[in-house]
């Protein structure tokens, strides 16, 4: 293997997704459909496709059951695969953030404490999915890229290095500001406990990264009903020269 690698791991899904599908037209916006089913929805192009446990209700409101393979509708793969994903990390103990544009998750189970009461941080992820054309195929291929994230909270609530050093300004002074977020630094391997920069940082990531997919596991259960067979391993580099 390659020393040189891509924090993206591939993803196959052997068999057809299986969903339901509608016009895209005939609802204004999916928060009615998404607030009156349990299911999950998900507009790609003209078409809204929905998928889970109870999509089959929406028949009676003029979705229709069909299946699809995931290079047909590789925008909505992507959707099922982090959906999946996220699933799987909500059952170990993640606390995942789908946001709008970023989709986030932390370890909840096991926050890192700091010296000062009611300060912590939580190590996690920021998850999204890919497809990509392999061009010695010429088919898709699906992957999950996960960056470790950590998320600083100050009683229960989140906040960032600015919101820190405000805060702790305020109550305890300059030099305890400083002396906390050095701590909060060190505690994610950007400095080392010298005060230095950490030229070991990438490598700490990296080992960080490949523990939460190890957590994971090979296999995720999808929404759709599906099973996707995930690599523990990231996709290497090969450089020829």
Do not use: H, W
Request: charged share 25%; glycine share 6%.
């Amino acid at each position: 293997m390659s020393d040189i690698v891509i924090n993206i791991f591939p993803v196959t899904i052997s068999n057809p997704l299986k969903l339901f599908e509608d016009e895209r037209k005939k609802y204004q916006s999916l928060k009615e459909l998404r607030e009156n089913y349990s299911c999950s929805f998900y507009a790609d192009g003209e078409k809204v496709y929905a998928y889970g446990k109870t999509a089959s209700e929406l028949t009676k409101i003029g979705f229709r059951a069909l299946t699809k393979s995931p290079a047909e509708i590789p925008k909505t793969t992507c959707r099922i695969i982090l959906e999946g994903f996220c699933n799987k990390l909500s059952l170990i103990g993640y606390k995942v953030e789908f946001r709008k544009f970023m989709t986030q998750a932390f370890d909840v189970k096991n926050p890192i404490l700091l010296s000062l009461e009611g300060l912590r941080l939580l190590k996690g992820c920021v998850i999204r999915t890919i497809y990509l054309k392999d061009i010695l195929t010429n088919s898709l291929v699906f992957g999950i890229i996960l960056d470790l994230k950590f998320k600083i909270e100050y009683k229960g609530g989140s906040c960032s290095y600015r919101d820190i050093r405000n805060i702790i300004s305020l109550s305890y002074g300059e030099s305890k500001a400083r002396e906390v977020i050095r701590e909060i630094r060190v505690k994610t391997e950007d400095l080392t406990p010298s005060g230095k920069i950490n030229t070991r940082a990438s490598k700490f990531r990296y080992e960080n990264i490949l523990n939460i997919m190890k957590q994971i596991g090979s296999k995720i259960e999808l929404p759709d009903g599906n099973e996707a067979i995930i690599s523990l391993q990231p996709i290497p580099i090969i450089i020829e020269v």
